[in-house]
Nanobody
Framework: QVHLVESGGGSVQAGGSLRLSCAAS????????MGWYRQAPGKQRELVAT???????NVATSVKGRFTISRDNAKNTVYLQMNSLNPEDTAVYYC??????????????WGKGTQVTVSS
């Protein structure tokens, strides 16, 4: 019912930048929150940043000042601009959206994840 397509992951050296994108499609009436989470090997999945339909953001302390979340409501797309990357940012990054379907149901959907690898 909701299809998420993530892109923009890859490998970069420390200090570099990447921009992740996640486009949502399907039987969507409206999208409330959109966000990014990450999971490093051997660690639990953690919140990176979220953004509401009104543009209010919540950014993890570990990435604050380096990562910026934004969204294009017309395109149902959320972005994560990642600057000053360091090896501790290496993880699989997952897109998550909280949507209202055309049926009226609220659902949370997750993308398949995109790998970000930062080398020192």
């Amino acid at each position: 019912q909701v299809h998420l397509v993530e892109s923009g992951g890859g490998s970069v050296q420390a200090g570099g930048s990447l921009r992740l994108s996640c486009a949502a499609s399907g039987s969507i009436l409206s999208i409330n929150a959109m966000g990014w989470y990450r999971q490093a090997p051997g660690k639990q999945r953690e919140l990176v940043a979220t953004i509401t339909s009104g543009g209010n953001t919540n950014v993890a302390t570990s990435v604050k000042g380096r990562f910026t979340i934004s969204r294009d409501n017309a395109k149902n797309t959320v972005y994560l601009q990642m600057n000053s990357l360091n090896p501790e940012d290496t993880a699989v990054y997952y897109c998550s959206v909280h949507v209202v379907l055309t049926t009226g149901l609220w659902v949370d959907s997750w993308g398949k994840g995109t790998q970000v690898t930062v080398s020192s």
